[in-house]
């Protein structure tokens, strides 16, 4: 580990938690990372990155559930920019923003993330996973 990157660890804040493929795994993964921020004292973005915490495990648990296998939450503040990071077990299945369904069914969590963030994206592997990451800056 070379002196900058050993600097940027010694700066940087980390949560992690894995959590079941369910509705209520989902819940607690946007509860939990909104508590942590708070913990952290960056309530000006708890709210935003609780909203894409929602929309990234949600479309975890509905489009990358495998049966028996969790997914997990990663949230990194980094100087001025939270990234979250949302991994799931379907790596075959890379999330494209797509048209709102006329039903109102859904269709416009990935939408809402790219309003809050300044970028997302997704990042293969290790097989058979996937890792669904957005930044959002910090005021």
């Given at each position: 580990?070379?002196?900058?990157t050993?600097?940027?660890?010694?700066t940087?804040?980390?949560?992690?938690?894995?959590l079941?493929?369910t509705?209520?795994?989902?819940?607690?993964?946007?509860?939990?990372a909104?508590?942590?921020?708070?913990?952290?004292g960056?309530?000006?973005?708890?709210?935003?990155?609780g909203?894409?915490?929602?929309?990234l495990?949600?479309?975890a648990?509905?489009?990358?559930?495998?049966?028996?296998?969790?997914?997990?939450?990663?949230?990194?503040?980094t100087?001025a920019?939270?990234?979250?990071?949302?991994?799931?077990t379907?790596?075959?299945?890379?999330?494209?923003?797509?048209?709102p369904?006329?039903d109102?069914?859904?269709?416009?969590?990935l939408?809402?993330?790219?309003a809050?963030?300044?970028?997302?994206g997704?990042?293969?592997?290790?097989?058979?996973?996937?890792?669904?990451?957005?930044?959002?800056d910090?005021?």
């Open positions: 580990m070379n002196p900058e050993s600097q940027l660890m010694a940087a804040r980390h949560f992690t938690l894995q079941s493929s509705p209520r795994g989902a819940r607690l993964a946007r509860l939990l909104v508590e942590q921020l708070r913990t952290w960056l309530e000006e973005v708890a709210g935003a990155a909203q894409v915490v929602a929309e495990a949600n479309n648990v509905t489009h990358g559930h495998v049966p028996g296998r969790d997914f997990r939450l990663r949230t990194i503040v100087g920019v939270v990234r979250i990071e949302v991994s799931d379907r790596g075959d299945r890379v999330p494209l923003p797509g048209a369904s006329g109102g069914g859904g269709g416009r969590g939408l809402v993330v790219a809050l963030a300044r970028g997302w997704v990042r293969p592997g290790p097989s058979p996973q996937k890792t669904v990451w957005a930044e959002l910090l005021p």
